[in-house]
C-alpha cells in the first residue's frame, strides 16, 4: 500500500493513494458565494468547478499557508452510492511512503460520539495517523458539500463560452 504524507499544524498525516486521482500545486481558486468555513475556493479543472476543502482548518482550525510543500489533493469522495471529485489542499505534501497493511495499527481505546477512528504508521520521524476522504468528512455536513459542488456545476453551466 502506498501512503502520501501531508502535515496540519506540527502532525503528519498519511492518505491512502488508491483514491487518490491526482496531486497538483497550489493554485489560484475561484472564490465560493457558499459560507462553509472549511471550503476554501473552487478549483477550475478540466472545465468543472471542484471545491476544495482545507484539511488543516478541518483539523486544527486554520487555514493553510500557501508554501512551497502546500497541494491540492484531487481524490474521490463515495457518498450516497455517488463518487464525487473534490480536492484537499494541504502543506507538507512532499513524500510519499510504501508499507503493508501489517504496519498499520488501530488504536483500541474507544472514540467519543462525533470522533474520527484512525489508524496509524510508526515511522523512524513518529507517528503517522491515517485518514481517508469518507471518514475525514464524516463528521462535516455533507449537504454544505454537496450543495457547493452543485452550486460549482451551476456556475459552470451559467458560464460555459459554447453556450452563446
Same mark, same amino acid.
Given at each position: ?13 498519511? #492518505? ?8 497538483? =500545486?497550489?493554485v489560484g481558486?475561484? @472564490? ?5 468555513p472549511?471550503?476554501v475556493?473552487? #478549483? ?6 471542484? @471545491? ?13 499557508? =500557501? ?7 484531487l ?9 464525487? #471529485? ?13 508499507c ?14 462525533g470522533?474520527c =477512528?484512525?489508524?496509524v ?16 468528512l464524516?463528521n ?6 454537496l ?10 453551466r451559467?458560464?460555459n =463560452?459554447?453556450?452563446?
Open positions: 500500500m502506498r501512503l502520501l504524507i501531508c502535515s496540519a499544524g506540527n502532525e503528519k498525516y498519511a #492518505l491512502d493513494c488508491s483514491g487518490i486521482r491526482e496531486v497538483i =500545486p497550489h481558486l475561484k @472564490p465560493t458565494l457558499n459560507s462553509v472549511f471550503v475556493g473552487l #478549483l477550475d479543472y478540466h472545465k468543472s468547478l471542484i @471545491p476544495i476543502i482545507d484539511l488543516n482548518w478541518i483539523i486544527s482550525g486554520t487555514v493553510s499557508r =500557501p508554501r512551497h510543500s502546500t497541494r491540492i489533493i481524490a474521490d469522495w463515495e457518498h450516497g452510492g455517488r463518487t464525487i #471529485l473534490l480536492g484537499i489542499i494541504s502543506e507538507g505534501v512532499t513524500e510519499t511512503l510504501k503493508s497493511e501489517s504496519d498499520i495499527q488501530t488504536p483500541l481505546n474507544e472514540f467519543e460520539s470522533q =477512528p484512525t489508524s504508521i510508526y515511522t523512524e520521524e513518529g507517528s503517522i495517523q491515517l485518514f481517508n476522504i469518507n471518514s475525514l464524516q462535516i455536513n455533507s449537504a454544505d458539500l450543495q457547493l459542488k452543485g452550486e460549482a456545476l451551476r456556475h459552470t451559467q458560464f =463560452p459554447c453556450s452563446f
